[in-house]
């Protein structure tokens, strides 16, 4: 990597924690950051849990985080809504509808899917089918393949059933979280860094990795959460570097940080 990592963002599921357990030397690599005085900005993509609820699971588990550090889909889904004066339909786990609430309940209609969850029936994809249909948005706040859930095990996550609504519908969804370069953009932009100067670590190599070097960071692999073996070698670029975990990936960053 030519440039210093002048900022970095963290996924969260999979790189600091699992279920509600900090991963081991997850917290001292995070201390480790802001004692080095590296910005960071977490970004994720889950739609399970609305922002208030997901800052105080990460304050309860020790992870320092302030609500303007967290960047979510669900939350730059509402901006758009609003400055479109749109009116959702919301296909979303029901914890997360709290983060729509508000918004206008006429207009132009926009189908809103994020992790369901049990809430993925044939009646409620249908229903969103049928606002697609009549002319709505389709707005999508992820659409990654799996998750690595509380039981150590990968779950199916939201991705299949955009893909099944934009096949049936023939529209494609407008993307709100990783891997979109918006989502990076937005983050790195907060960060008052260029794209150049900004390290992503997560553990999915499509929507973390792949994603943010798309986008002009640098991605950084750790072998930790939903991370299988080979899995840097499914994209192309490859990782900009794999390391064990997140306190490895730190020792990278801040060599790179320290760097002139």
């Known amino acids: 990597m030519e440039s210093m990592v002048r900022g970095v963002l963290l996924d969260l599921g999979g790189v600091i924690y699992v279920g509600d357990t900090p ?21 994720t993509n889950t739609t399970r849990s609305p922002r208030r609820k997901l800052l105080a699971k990460l304050h309860a588990m020790g ?9 979510m889909p669900a939350i730059a889904a509402r901006r758009y809504l609003e400055t479109q004066g749109l009116s959702p339909h919301l296909l979303v786990h029901p914890a997360l509808e709290e983060d729509f609430e508000g918004l206008a309940e006429t207009g132009p ?17 249908n229903a969103a089918y049928r606002e697609l249909e009549q002319g709505a948005a389709f707005l999508a706040l992820a ?9 150590g095990a990968r779950s199916l996550d939201a991705g299949a059933f ?11 969804a407008m993307l709100f979280g990783k891997p979109a370069a918006e989502f990076f953009a937005a983050a790195v932009a907060s960060l008052g860094c260029a794209p150049e100067e ?35 070698a499914t994209i192309e670029p490859p990782p900009s570097v794999v390391v064990d975990d997140l306190g490895t ?8 940080a320290a760097a002139e």
Request: charged fraction near 25%; hydrophobic fraction near 45%.
């Open 162 to 172: 955009v893909a099944a609504l934009e096949y049936a519908s023939q529209k494609e």
């Open 249 to 256: 990936a730190v020792d990278w960053i801040l060599e790179s």
């Open 63 to 71: 992870v320092p985080a302030e609500p303007d550090e967290l960047f």
């Open 109 to 125: 209609r926009a189908v809103v899917l994020g992790d369901a969850g049990e809430g993925f029936t044939y009646q409620a994809l």
């Open 143 to 151: 659409r990654n393949r799996s998750f690595q859930d509380e039981d």
């Open 198 to 232: 900004v390290a992503m670590v997560g553990d999915d190599v499509e929507s973390d990795v792949a994603g943010a070097l798309a986008a002009g960071l640098a991605g950084v692999l750790v072998r930790s959460g939903k991370y299988r073996d080979g899995d840097e």
């Open 23 to 43: 991963l081991t030397g997850a917290l001292k690599a995070l201390g480790r950051l802001r004692a080095g005085g590296v910005p960071l900005r977490y970004l």
